[in-house]
Antibody, heavy 119, light 106 residues
Framework: EVQLLESGGGLVQPGGSLRLSCAASGFTFSSSPMSWVRQAPGKGLDWVSSIGGGGDATNYADSVKGRFTISRDNSKNTLYLQMNSLRAEDTAIYYC????????????WGQGTQVTVSS | EIVMTQSPATLSVSPGERATLSCRASQSVSSNFAWYQQKPGQAPRLLIYGASTRATGIPARFSGSGSGTEFTLTISSLQSEDFALYYCQQYNHWPLTFGQGTKVEI
């Protein structure tokens, strides 16, 4: 059974940093592209970033480019999102998602972790 | 950026009725297209990928069709558990983009 467990969310001041983690199990982690998708309160789904199985290919939404960094540790079956220079508009639930092996639809989702940026 | 536009924003139907949801892409996405269902307080769940392939465990009453720029999700006979938000997504081009959602309500 595929399981994705996010952690690391919380309350942070504008300009601050957070690192989210996503512990994966139930599949061959190193073979799967992975992504982060967020959802602001009462809003729709917003893709943030994706990374290839080997960790070399990354893509970012323009809204986070230069501030967020996606990475993975295949030896630990863990996905990360380093978030710097946080803004109020980054407030959202952040979901970790497994992509299908060769394409970028979101096959499985974690339960999400709340990030709140406020002074 | 490819803009995904869903219609209607809200669909009011009765249990047992058929529901038809639409999604339009601002440019062709071929069949690199998916539908998701989200219930309150839950993560989204994949329903359809490749425009028409049901994901594992998805009941046969859910079907997807279309290609290029026009896509449809049909729920043949609505069950109580199907009242939820539905999102479309294209994965043909970066950035990956979602529609704004259609709420299916009683």
């Amino acid at each position: 059974e595929v399981q994705l467990l996010e952690s690391g969310g919380g309350l942070v001041q504008p300009g601050g940093s957070l690192r989210l983690s996503c512990a994966a199990s139930g599949f061959t982690f190193s073979s799967s592209p992975m992504s982060w998708v967020r959802q602001a309160p009462g809003k729709g789904l917003d893709w943030v970033s994706s990374i290839g199985g080997g960790g070399d290919a990354t893509n970012y939404a323009d809204s986070v480019k230069g501030r967020f960094t996606i990475s993975r540790d295949n030896s630990k079956n863990t996905l990360y999102l380093q978030m710097n220079s946080l803004r109020a508009e980054d407030t959202a639930i952040y979901y970790c998602a497994k992509n299908e092996a060769t394409t970028y639809f979101f096959e499985y989702w974690g339960q999400g972790t709340q990030v709140t940026v406020s002074s | 950026e490819i803009v995904m536009t869903q219609s209607p924003a809200t669909l009011s139907v009765s249990p047992g009725e058929r529901a038809t949801l639409s999604c339009r892409a601002s440019q062709s996405v071929s069949s690199n297209f998916a539908w998701y269902q989200q219930k309150p307080g839950q993560a989204p769940r994949l329903l359809i990928y490749g425009a028409s392939t049901r994901a594992t465990g998805i009941p046969a009453r859910f079907s997807g069709s279309g290609s290029g720029t026009e896509f449809t999700l049909t729920i043949s006979s609505l069950q109580s558990e199907d009242f939820a938000l539905y999102y479309c997504q294209q994965y043909n081009h970066w950035p990956l983009t979602f529609g704004q959602g259609t709420k299916v309500e009683i």
